[in-house]
């Protein structure tokens, strides 16, 4: 597998990270700065200087970014004065962490569905079969399985713009559910994967509306 190919395919996963940091900042920014990072952890930025796959990301987008005497310090060494400096790269539990006073920022419980959704496609992309994580591969593992990564990665951003596309339009359709997923947004974490299900059911939904919509166009055609 030549170098470029793996190139491109750390290029899209940056791509990827950035437009959920920036979903993320936009939203969050402001209530995070004023938290000063209290879920920010010693132990977290090791994920990805340890991980070839993340360290590559981490590298190609920002250069060597962690101190040499990383494991002696306290504190997690991505964390800068305007919060985790690392952009793309950044551990996938790191993105999937998204606290009581973050989703109160939400205006209502779709949007609350969508930043959990968008908040886990990078862990979820790394799940690359039930007994293979992207995250656990050194060099030649990645070589091996870069069309099943690529695949991976670019299903993410495929499901990424899917869900921008629907947040407008489908906020308030889950009202008829609001007691039962007010109730789960008070416990963050079980949520996710339910919030992963109605946001994929929801893209099913809208991809089966627009084959019909092309059929009924050839159709008239
Ligand atoms: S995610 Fe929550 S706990 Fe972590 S820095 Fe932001 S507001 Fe604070
Ligand atoms: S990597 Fe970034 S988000 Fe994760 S603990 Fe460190 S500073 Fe916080």
């Not at 010693?42 to 250069?63: C, Q």
């Not at 040499?68 to 793309?88: F, T």
């Not at 998204?98 to 959990?116: K, N, Q, R, S």
Request: proline share 5%.
């Amino acid at each position: 597998m030549p170098a470029a190919a793996i190139e491109a395919a750390l290029d899209r996963h940056i791509e990827l990270e950035r437009v959920i940091d920036r979903l993320c900042l936009a939203k969050f920014a402001g209530t995070c700065i004023a938290c000063g990072g209290k879920c920010c952890r010693a132990n977290l930025a090791a994920l990805t200087i340890e991980s070839w796959w993340l360290r590559s990301v981490s590298v190609r987008a920002h250069g060597k970014w962690w101190p040499d005497d990383w494991q002696s310090r306290s504190g997690c060494v991505a964390q800068g004065p305007e919060g985790c400096v690392l952009k793309a790269g950044r551990p996938t539990y790191c993105w999937s962490w998204l606290c009581e006073p973050l989703l109160a920022e939400c205006a209502d419980l779709w949007e609350v569905i969508f930043h959990v959704f968008v908040s886990e496609l990078p862990a979820e992309l790394t799940r690359l079969t039930p007994t293979m994580d992207l995250l656990q591969l050194d060099e030649a593992g990645v070589t091996d399985n870069l069309p099943l990564i690529v695949e991976r990665i670019e299903q993410a951003h495929r499901l990424l713009a899917e869900a921008k596309a629907l947040i407008d339009p489908a906020a308030g359709e889950l009202d008829k559910h609001r007691v039962g997923l007010h109730l789960l947004c008070r416990m963050p974490r079980l949520l996710h994967p339910i919030a992963r299900e109605a946001m994929l059911d929801r893209i099913a939904g809208r991809q089966d509306g627009s084959s019909s919509r092309d059929a009924g166009d050839k159709e008239e055609v």
